[in-house]
């Protein structure tokens, strides 16, 4: 975490060949083009893992500075929540019959670990970044909200299909319907409970890449 140089793991570019070369057999093997929006969704989780590590490289070469980091953070934050988010895709297995369940089950779970590993490593950048600023709990609990912000932008996505982009574009729409989730709780119980089951999964995920990271394992 500490190198001066711009490098994108291997794990992440092994992965991303992966899955597209899954895509294009399935394209040219069962003719299907349905799960080519996977894609378009690793794309956009690349997005945050290519801020974090701009901002990363930046601190490592001394050259980040306080503007700088505050508007690479909210956007690096706003894009985050695509990372995990093509973990939720699974729903669309076996809902194209044009290839065998199966197939499509490693083609999506593929998609899901590599957008999972693009958030991690990028969670793990800015982590870096905060505790060279501040005290070891004060990032821990400064992470902790960043998770849980996390997890409640899933949440707008996979159930009230808001973009990344929306805070630009139409942000009185994505206002109103988080003021309406957080001002009547009773008539949004979902969003509380899979605001909390993804919390729990990305915080978890979260703690146990970061142990493999820092022990070697």
Aim: no cysteine.
């Amino acid at each position: 975490m500490h190198t001066n140089k711009f490098i994108i793991p291997k794990q992440i570019s092994i992965l991303l060949l992966l899955v597209v070369l899954l895509e294009i057999a399935r394209i040219l093997i069962f003719h299907s083009t349905y799960f080519v929006y996977l894609l378009w969704n690793i794309f956009l989780a690349m997005i945050p893992f290519i801020i974090s590590s701009i901002l990363l490289f930046y601190l490592n070469n001394k050259k980040l500075k306080i503007p700088m980091f505050i508007v690479g953070g909210i956007l690096w934050l706003f894009f985050l929540p695509n990372a995990p988010y093509i973990v939720t895709d699974i729903i669309h297995i076996g809902r194209s019959h044009s290839a065998p369940i199966l197939y499509d089950t490693f083609l999506v779970f593929s998609s899901a670990w590599l957008g999972l590993i693009l958030g991690m490593y990028s969670l793990l950048h800015i982590e870096t970044i905060i505790k060279s600023k501040l005290s070891d709990k004060m990032s821990s609990l400064i992470m902790v909200a960043i998770i849980f912000l996390t997890s409640f932008g899933v949440y707008l996505g996979r159930f009230l299909r808001f973009n990344s982009w929306d805070i630009f574009y139409d942000v009185s729409l994505l206002f109103n319907n988080i003021l309406g989730i957080t001002t009547k709780p009773t008539d949004h119980t979902d969003a509380y409970w899979f605001t909390m089951l993804s919390f729990v999964f990305i915080y978890l995920s979260y703690r146990a890449w970061k142990y493999n990271e820092y022990n070697g394992i």
